[in-house]
């Protein structure tokens, strides 16, 4: 779920944004260094990118000839969220439709849970539709749902991930009601 990475990127700092004095200069790689890393959202690696813990090394500067702009290669870590088949995680209900719920779990809010994988639930309509077993245990909007991951996949356009899950399994089900 979660993942510390260690990264090496280059950091661009555009010609007009220099200046002589070291730590104004840190401060400006820093702060585009965070605007590219939240800029990126995710990779098929990495997953989605969440937080630079540590700055590493930053690297000296190289002037680009055209432009005058200054590449410094910077080393950091940081903290990634990613989605694995196998792996059981709580999320949040989002929407409920006929035919199964879609679910939020961190960053990632494309997570489908089809009625065929929610054994002895059924859809009950309604203003707030909900899915309702025998023992009345409910699936509504902003329940926590334990569950397990079937697959996941990244869609390289959106830069997010989305996956299918099931509640076959011990313990997998809802958890609290409202959780928001």
């Known amino acids: 779920m979660y993942l510390k990475s260690q990264l090496s990127w280059n950091v661009i700092i555009p010609a007009e944004n220099l200046d002589v004095e070291g730590l104004m200069l840190q401060k400006a790689i820093v702060i585009r260094l965070m605007e590219d890393f939240a800029s990126k959202k ?4 990495l997953g989605y990118f969440m937080a630079i813990t540590t700055l590493e090394r930053i690297g000296e500067g190289k002037v680009r000839e055209h432009t005058g702009d200054v590449r410094f290669p910077v080393e950091f870590s940081c903290v990634t969220f990613k989605i694995f088949r196998g792996e059981i995680l709580e999320g949040v ?10 679910l939020r779990c961190g960053p990632t809010d494309k997570i489908y849970l089809s009625h065929q994988k929610m054994a002895d639930y059924k859809y009950v309509p309604g203003e707030n539709p ?23 996949r990244y869609v390289e356009a959106e830069k997010e991930f989305q ?18």
């Open 130 to 152: 909900i899915f309702m077993n025998e023992k009345m245990s409910r699936i509504e909007k902003d329940t926590v749902v334990r569950f397990i991951v079937v697959g996941a």
């Open 42 to 45: 995710a990779s098929k690696n």
């Open 93 to 102: 209900v989002d929407k409920i439709l006929k035919h199964g719920v879609f």
């Open 163 to 180: 996956a299918v899950v099931s509640l076959e399994g011990d313990y997998l089900g809802p958890i609290s009601q409202n959780a928001v």
